[in-house]
Each structure stands twice: as C-alpha cells, then as structure tokens.
C-alpha cells in the first residue's frame, strides 16, 4: 500500500501564489507517476499536473505557464508549485501515485484563491 499526505493548501488573494507538497510514503517502489488533480464543489475531478520518472511531464491547459509540478526522484515527494493564481482555481486539490496497476490518492487540500 501507499500513503499520500498532501499539504500548502490555503486562501490566497488572486495574483498569489501557493507550494503544494505531497509526501508518499508505503510501497514506494512502485510508483512510476505521480500527480495532482483538483475538483471545485459540482465539477468533476480535473488533471492538473502529472510528472513520470522518464521525465514526462503533463499540464492542463488552463495552468501551463503558472503552474509547475516537480518530484523528489518521483517516488516519495512530489510539489506543484501554484503562481499567479486565480479564483478559477479555487478547489480540492488531490495527489495522486501512478502504482502498478493502480492508482492511489490522498485525502486533498483546500485552495481558496478569493479577495
């Protein structure tokens, strides 16, 4: 099993900035991705950001050239660092570990991004 402890989020004005950290923990061996994921209250659950050993990286549209997900060897430490935020934003956010043949999640942060 793995174990997904996400932190950094909170209420930031628009324009501000926030550093998620996810800390995995477990069966890390395995884990060949990692990412985060956001879901806002009535919405489904979105890709933000993913990055693999290989050195792929993935973004969504809507954050390339303000956000940037990087990994501590991508197998126990990933971080998403948020820049010029905007309400839009505002969500759940989620890790997520590539593992095998399954996916694992943490628990989520909160980002509010309001004035």
């Known amino acids: 099993q793995v174990q997904l402890v996400e932190s950094g989020g909170g209420l930031v004005q628009p324009g501000g900035s926030l550093r998620l950290s996810c800390k995995a923990s477990?069966?890390?061996?395995?884990?060949?991705?990692m990412g985060w994921y956001r879901q806002a209250p009535g919405t489904q659950r979105e890709m933000v950001a993913n990055?693999?050993?290989?050195?792929?990286?993935e973004y969504a549209e809507s954050v390339k050239g303000r956000f940037l997900i990087t990994g501590d060897n991508v197998r126990t430490t990933t971080f998403l660092q948020m820049d010029n935020l905007k309400p839009d934003d505002t969500a759940m956010y989620y890790c997520?570990?590539?593992?095998?043949?399954?996916?694992?999640w943490g628990q989520g942060t909160q980002v509010t991004v309001s004035s």
């Open positions: 990055i693999r050993k290989d050195g792929y990286l």
């Open positions: 997520k570990a590539d593992w095998g043949n399954r996916d694992w």
């Open positions: 477990g069966s890390i061996d395995r884990i060949y991705g």
